[in-house]
């Protein structure tokens, strides 16, 4: 069965702090991973990944993907209050379009 | 990116109602997706709305319960029916570009008492 795995479930850390959130999946012919934040309702895309190794960067945040051992991080340094949300990942599968979610990762900053 | 607009933004429904949920995208998309997120939890992928066929469900949902129309290539509904407070949760429209990324809408609170 495809899975998401994601780790830590929650984190608080101080405003200025780095961290690492952890995306590790099973799923049948892999074709991307996608990272969102999610504030209220309605998640809000960040990145997208497709290949092992290349470092996809939006101001404080980035992400890279290992495709060999299954697995990507969200790096955010700096941290900000403004930062505080869950982060979810999705893979997309064999399909396309079938798109397999984590639990989240439940991030707060604290001032 | 895709403009989606959902409404009702958040609804509190008595048991054994149903509710209707909107969808509406500002360009035409083939496909469109209906997904539950439950309080604590992740998305769960409910149905792929195709227009012209029938959705297809994904396992766990049936269409007895979620039925689903979509009537052009623009515009989606969802219906809860029967509606139990198990059914409490964020509902979200979403649609797949051809880029790779997922847009969703705003979301649906629903709160069933």
């Known amino acids: 069965e495809d899975k998401v795995v994601q780790s830590p479930l929650s984190l608080v850390v101080h405003e200025g702090d780095t961290v690492t959130l952890n995306c590790s999946y099973e799923v049948t012919n892999f074709r991307s991973l996608l990272w969102y934040k999610q504030e209220k309702k309605a998640p809000t895309f960040l990145f997208m990944l497709?290949?092992?190794?290349i470092e996809k960067k939006s101001g404080r945040l980035s992400s890279i993907l290992d495709k060999k051992e299954l697995f990507s991080i969200l790096n955010i340094t700096a941290t900000q209050t403004g930062d505080s949300a869950i982060y979810l990942c999705?893979?997309?599968?064999?399909?396309?379009?079938?798109?397999?979610f984590g639990t989240g990762t439940s991030l707060t900053v604290i001032p | 990116s895709a403009v989606i607009s959902q409404k009702p933004s958040r609804d509190i429904c008595q048991r054994g109602t149903s509710l209707t949920i909107q969808c509406q995208v500002d360009?035409?998309?083939?496909?469109m997706f209906w997904y539950r997120q439950q309080p604590g939890q992740s998305l769960t992928l409910i149905a792929t709305?195709?227009?012209?066929?029938?959705?297809?469900?994904e396992s766990g949902f049936v269409i007895d319960k979620f039925p689903i129309s979509r009537p052009n290539l623009t515009f989606s509904t969802l219906t809860v029916s029967n509606m139990s407070p198990e059914d409490s949760s964020i509902y979200l429209c979403?649609?797949?570009?051809?880029?790779?990324?997922?847009?969703f809408g705003e979301g649906s609170r629903l709160t069933v008492l």
């Open positions: 999705a893979v997309e599968g064999e399909y396309g379009n079938q798109f397999y």
């Open positions: 979403s649609v797949f570009r051809g880029t790779g990324e997922l847009f």
């Open positions: 497709t290949s092992s190794g």
């Open positions: 360009s035409q998309v083939t496909m």
């Open positions: 709305a195709n227009q012209g066929s029938e959705a297809t469900y």
